[in-house]
Every structure is written in C-alpha cells, then in structure tokens.
C-alpha cells in the first residue's frame, strides 16, 4: 500500500535530509518480480526536453548500479506510459546515456 516504508526511503530518521532530498526532486525506482523497473520521470506538464534529460538520468543511474557480475543486454526495452495509460516503446539507439 501506500504506508510509509524504512525500505524505499519515505520513513527516515535524518528529516531535514529527507525533506532536502525531496525538494531537489530525487525520486527512486523500483522492480518487480519480472525484471521491470518502475520510476516517475515527469508530469503532463513537463517539457518535452525536461522529460528526456529525466530519462536520460534514470538511465544513467540504472547503468551505474549494474552488477558487475551482469553479462550480456542490460535493457532490453524501454517503455514510457502515464499512470493508467498504455505504454509507448522507446528506441533504445535514440537515448544517450
């Protein structure tokens, strides 16, 4: 549910930290059983350019944290979509990362 959680960071002993960190837009990604990773880069009302440098830094932090022991295709595809809204793929050649 939507209860605060120790485990993704909503739940700290350091609140001025965690209200710093909050109000400089970090924000944190999660993943599910099937590999997929869950993580807000923007709103309706974004600029389309701010949306991609968003992505562009999801995608840099996902590549970062890469086990070392991971071997072959990282991602494999990606899709953006709104919260209820279908996906739309992304080519993967079109990002930099």
């Known amino acids: ?15 001025t930290g965690a209200v710093k960190n909050a109000k400089a837009g970090q924000v944190q990604y999660r993943t599910d059983k099937a590999g997929l990773v869950h993580c807000s880069i923007g709103r309706a009302s974004f600029t389309v350019e701010a ?14 944290a890469r086990p070392a022991t991971a071997k072959g295709i990282y991602l494999r595809k990606i899709s953006v979509s709104s919260t209820m809204g279908g996906g739309i793929r992304i080519d993967g050649s079109t990002v930099s990362v």
């Open 51 to 64: 949306l991609q440098e968003n992505l562009q830094a999801l995608l840099g932090a996902l590549n970062r």
């Open 1 to 15: 549910g939507l209860m605060p959680n120790p485990k993704v960071g909503t739940v700290s002993n350091d609140v």
